[in-house]
């Protein structure tokens, strides 16, 4: 696996410029589904059309994102989810410390003496040489490999095929599901209603 480094001393302009969806309040389920089955946090975005994804930075949706495991790991009560969203919060703190100590290596080896590298190691407070800290980063990587050959096999013996999920929910409402239009937290209530009641309940009814 290859990790991108950005420039830590280039403050870059291309910040997020879109809205996006920050709750499965309102994050539709065709979205969510999108952005599991593609990995593109761009699935976020509040877009008019998403054939063709905008180029943008989307560092910010990254914590967005997490929260919104979050809020499925809570509103399901699943142990699965909840071992799902751990492990992949330990695999992304592992994945920032990679970074940074690879932003540091190389500001080392290029040029140590420049004032930024100075300032970073004295804000870390690291205390390691080249050689040390070349070292740790390939235990780290071996380590971040690891956790996600697990997770990888954890998720494929119990892959989620939402679209046969939404299929068996259809057939016992009896009508289809608007993907686009039906949020993540209904559709969370709707199999919970099911799984609970064999069938979704009528709460219309008697109503005038």
Not at 94 to 112: D, V
Not at 178 to 187: A, P, S
């Amino acid at each position: 696996m290859k990790y991108s480094i950005p420039n830590i001393w280039k403050e870059s302009n291309d910040t997020l410029k879109y809205n996006y969806f920050k709750s499965i309040d309102f994050l539709p389920l065709l979205n969510y589904i999108n952005k599991i089955n593609t990995g593109d946090l761009r699935h976020l975005l509040k877009l008019d059309d998403y054939e063709i994804l905008p180029e943008t930075n989307t560092d910010e949706l990254i914590t967005v994102w997490e929260n919104i495991e979050r809020e499925c790991t809570e509103v399901e009560n699943s142990n699965s989810a909840i071992i799902q969203y751990t492990t992949a919060k330990s695999v992304h703190k592992m994945e920032l410390e990679y970074l940074m100590l690879w932003n540091i290596y190389n500001m080392i080896s290029i040029a140590p003496e420049h004032p930024e590298t100075i300032k970073i190691l004295e804000y870390s407070k690291l205390k390691l040489t080249r050689v040390q800290i070349e070292k740790k980063l390939k235990i780290l990587r071996n380590r971040i490999e690891l956790k996600r050959h697990d997770a990888k096999s954890t998720q494929n013996d119990k892959k989620v095929d939402f679209y046969e999920i939404i299929d068996q929910i259809e057939d016992i409402k009896g009508r289809s599901i608007d993907l686009k239009n039906t949020t993540v937290r209904q559709f969370i209530a709707i199999k919970k209603n099911i799984k609970k009641n064999g069938k979704r309940q009528d709460n219309t009814k008697g109503r005038t």
